[in-house]
């Protein structure tokens, strides 16, 4: 057989994305591994995503990223999902399998990852989550699945942080409980993990910070952002300053970003160059 020229394609999908760094740091990851593979970042507007997926099924792509606004339609035009993905209710990945689209959901999985890799594990621990969307979904169903003792949602929305609560308990056997975002919420003395779920600090809104009161952080805490870009946000710094441990969104896009390079290529990730890649991009 003479020499292969057809390159294995990947494509995220999402509005906007022009300011998406993801590309970049799967195109590193590729080119030290010496694969042919091709990451696309495309602009699918709302209500295109059915033709962009159909259009890359008969491209014979190998997977997919899916972004805002595209998470809950992706779900909703596999083929097979994952556990984790057909509780969520929404995907941000899928893999070619036998000629099907398999959708999985990467997000709350790379918080886990993130938080394995920095020496905490969310087996038994009391966690609590700020936000009600679709990261803080993701992240709370991935915790309950990991062994998670309980999972406590707070959100400004009561019934939004009600109904995650419910599908918890419902779908992962996990103990869940839902209560009232206010201002200058205090943090219960007993939660192990507190993770920002929202966008609050997100550039260029980094002088931001999720409204709470922030002597209630204790040092035996370990506190989460899921907000990467600054990978050191104001809320992390907080934290910090009160003795908690931190972990930073940064961490997490490449751990959920690893994960999906291992589901559409088979090999593992080189997940140093992928974060120094997305580091040095973002700086």
């Known amino acids: 057989m003479g020499r292969r020229y057809r390159s294995n394609l990947i494509a995220l999908f999402g509005d906007p994305v022009d300011d998406n760094p993801t590309g970049v740091m799967m195109e590193a990851a590729f080119a030290a591994l010496g694969m042919d593979y091709r990451y696309m970042t495309c602009l699918v507007k709302n209500g295109c995503l059915e033709d962009a997926v159909n ?4 491209m014979g792509f190998c997977g997919m990223n899916f972004t805002m606004p595209h998470k809950t339609e992706a779900w909703k035009l596999m083929d097979e ?3 984790a993905a057909r509780i969520i209710g929404a995907i941000n990945t899928c893999f070619s399998r036998n000629g099907k689209l398999v959708g999985d959901n990467t997000d709350g999985k790379g918080f886990i990852s993130a ?4 020496g905490v594990s969310a087996l038994g621990k009391r966690i609590m989550i700020l936000g009600a969307g679709g990261a803080a ?29 419910e599908v918890i308990e419902a ?7 839902a209560c009232q975002g206010v201002p200058d919420m205090m943090i219960p003395g007993d939660i192990d993990v507190l993770v920002n779920a929202t966008s609050i600090g997100l550039a260029p809104y980094d002088d931001e910070k999720p409204d709470l009161d922030y002597k209630s952080i204790v040092p035996s805490m370990v506190v989460c952002d899921v907000v990467f870009h600054p990978s050191d946000s104001l809320f992390l710094k ?3 300053s009160r003795g908690a441990q931190t972990v930073d969104g940064l961490g997490m896009l490449v751990c959920q970003g690893a ?12 997940v140093m160059v992928m974060e120094k890649t997305l580091s040095a991009q973002l700086c």
Do not use: Y
């Open 55 to 58: 259009g890359a099924r008969a």
């Open 81 to 83: 999902l994952s556990p």
């Open 115 to 118: 938080l394995e890799k920095d």
């Open 137 to 165: 979904k993701a992240i709370a169903v991935e915790s309950a699945l990991a062994g998670a003792r309980e999972i406590v949602i707070a959100n400004r929305t009561f019934s939004h942080a009600q109904s995650l609560a």
């Open 171 to 177: 779908n992962t056997g996990c103990k869940a409980e």
């Open 238 to 240: 907080m934290a910090r």
């Open 259 to 270: 994960l999906a390079f291992e589901l559409w290529t088979g090999q593992k990730a080189p």
